[in-house]
Nanobody, 115 residues
Framework: VQLVESGGGFVQPGGSLRLSCAAS????????MKWFRQAPGKGRELVAA????????NYPDSVKGRFTISRDNAKNTVYLQMNSLEPEDTAVYYC?????????WGQGTQVTVSS
């Protein structure tokens, strides 16, 4: 199982970024996917989740209305569209899935929001 994130970077407040997570080594279309983030000195926080079919999504209040998770099962890829970014969104963002009772994480991609 491999999860590889991309798309992070530096953006000014109010800007947008789209993260991608390319998955391999398992039947991607059979598993829910999640995005987490971890800011310096803080614990890992769930920011978005999507069902295996892509028909159900969930977000915490901190990002609801600004972040959108989606997936393309033909491309084995999950996305996180982030709009109206705030300095508080600065963190390393991780792709995650639980497969056969095991937790799998990507290596993370840094998102920095600053003026």
């Amino acid at each position: 199982v491999q999860l590889v994130e991309s798309g992070g970077g530096f953006v000014q407040p109010g800007g947008s970024l789209r993260l991608s997570c390319a998955a391999s080594g398992f039947t991607f279309s059979s598993y829910a996917m999640k995005w987490f983030r971890q800011a310096p000195g803080k614990g890992r926080e769930l920011v978005a989740a999507i069902s295996y079919a892509g028909d159900t999504t969930n977000y915490p209040d901190s990002v609801k209305g600004r972040f959108t998770i989606s997936r393309d099962n033909a491309k084995n890829t999950v996305y996180l569209q982030m709009n109206s970014l705030e300095p508080e969104d600065t963190a390393v963002y991780y792709c995650y899935s639980r497969i056969y009772f095991n937790d799998y994480w990507g290596q993370g991609t840094q998102v920095t929001v600053s003026s």
